[in-house]
């Protein structure tokens, strides 16, 4: 079982730019592959990306490639979110979670998230 702890949301304005943290309890975080998602009011929990149990292999949804990046420290038991030219349709609150196996691209296929941190682009 892992437990997850986001940290790093705010207010920024657009084009600015933010660091998402994820840190994870217990001592096989390694085993998990780890997605982060974000979930705007009124809408559905929504895929941003996701990175595999080595860090090899990194999959984003179309809206955030080329400005968002996922990394983790396998040491520290933390995953992040680089954000950056942030948009105002970036606005939600995002969540990190864990899954063992492979990625998936949708919540139902994680086991483990964490509380969520809010992030907020004005324009």
């Known amino acids: 079982q892992v437990q997850l702890v986001e940290s790093g949301g705010g207010l920024v304005q657009a084009g600015g730019s933010l660091r998402l943290s994820c840190a994870a309890s217990g001592r096989t975080f390694s085993s998990y592959a780890m997605g982060w998602f974000r979930q705007a009011p009124g809408k559905e929990r929504e895929f941003v990306g996701a990175?595999?149990?080595?860090?090899?292999?990194?999959y984003y949804v179309n809206s955030v490639k080329g400005r968002f990046t996922i990394s983790r420290d396998n040491v520290k038991n933390t995953v992040y979110l680089q954000m950056n030219s942030l948009k105002p349709e970036d606005t939600a609150v995002y969540y990190c979670a864990a899954t063992i196996g492979i990625i998936r691209y949708t919540p139902s296929g994680y086991n483990y998230w964490g509380q969520g941190t809010q992030v907020t682009v004005s324009s």
């Open positions: 990175i595999s149990q080595s860090g090899s292999s990194t």
